[in-house]
């Protein structure tokens, strides 16, 4: 099963760009990286999902090198609003008894 | 977002007790999933249905049973929990079963 380690916490300040590394060491040929966001007392939120490479969409982009042990999320000019947990998943797919495990999660504090 | 919902919002019950918590998605998924999370914890999967079929049990006693009559439901019923039960339960759904969920708001859990 790939385990993922991040960072406990970080802190920033609005409009800095935020870099949070993940890593799996162990990641599967079939697995996924997903990243969530999670507010205090909330269902975690999709941010972004990638298999290798670069990926980019509207909220943030996700870095992933050739050998996929480690991936990054990079949020673009931070917000208050961006204080969260964000967690990193690795997952398979179910009907080939892959398992998805998330991490510990990495709590981000945005300072004014 | 009411893509997934869960009810209810909030539970107290004794040990002896015997409730039920229910999920609903109105995404047209084939995949739901049962999580727990408590204090400073990762998420921990509890349980997987795809196609209404259970995939996976993750070691979950057997105080907790879920039930998926159909993809667009999933129960929880639960029948003489312990204190340390006591957490947030979080149902998702996705579109397959490769990573990309959504999650409910959940169901906080208090046991006496």
């Known amino acids: 099963l790939a385990k993922t380690t991040q960072p406990i916490s970080m802190d920033s300040y609005e409009g800095q760009e935020v870099n949070i590394t993940c890593s799996h060491n162990?990641?599967?040929?079939?697995?996924?990286i997903t990243w969530y966001q999670q507010f205090p007392s909330q269902g975690p939120r999709f941010i972004i999902q990638?298999?290798?490479t670069k990926v980019t969409n509207e909220v943030a982009s996700l870095f992933i090198p050739a050998d996929r042990k480690s991936s990054t999320l990079s949020l673009p000019r931070v917000s208050l609003s961006d204080t969260a947990v964000y967690y990193c998943?690795?997952?398979?797919?179910?009907?080939?008894?892959?398992?998805?495990?998330f991490g510990q999660g990495t709590e981000l504090s945005v300072k004014p | 977002e009411t893509g997934v919902t869960q009810t209810p919002r909030h539970l107290v019950m004794g040990m002896t007790n015997k409730k039920s918590l229910k999920c609903e998605q109105h995404?047209?998924?084939?995949?739901m999933y049962w999580y727990k999370q408590s204090a400073k914890k990762p998420l921990e999967l509890m349980f997987v249905?795809?196609?209404?079929?259970?995939?996976e049990n993750n070691s979950v006693p057997s105080r907790f049973s879920p039930e998926c009559p159909n993809s667009s439901h999933l129960f929880l019923h639960l029948h003489t929990l312990q204190p340390e039960d006591s957490a947030l339960y979080l149902c998702?759904?996705?579109?397959?079963?490769?990573?990309?969920?959504?999650f409910g708001p959940g169901t906080r859990l208090t046991v006496t």
């Open positions: 998702a759904s996705s579109q397959d079963s490769r990573g990309e969920q959504y």
């Open positions: 162990n990641i599967a040929t079939n697995d996924y």
């Open positions: 990638g298999y290798k």
């Open positions: 998943l690795v997952g398979g797919i179910y009907n080939q008894g892959g398992k998805l495990i």
């Open positions: 995404l047209g998924h084939n995949a």
């Open positions: 249905y795809n196609f209404k079929e259970q995939t």
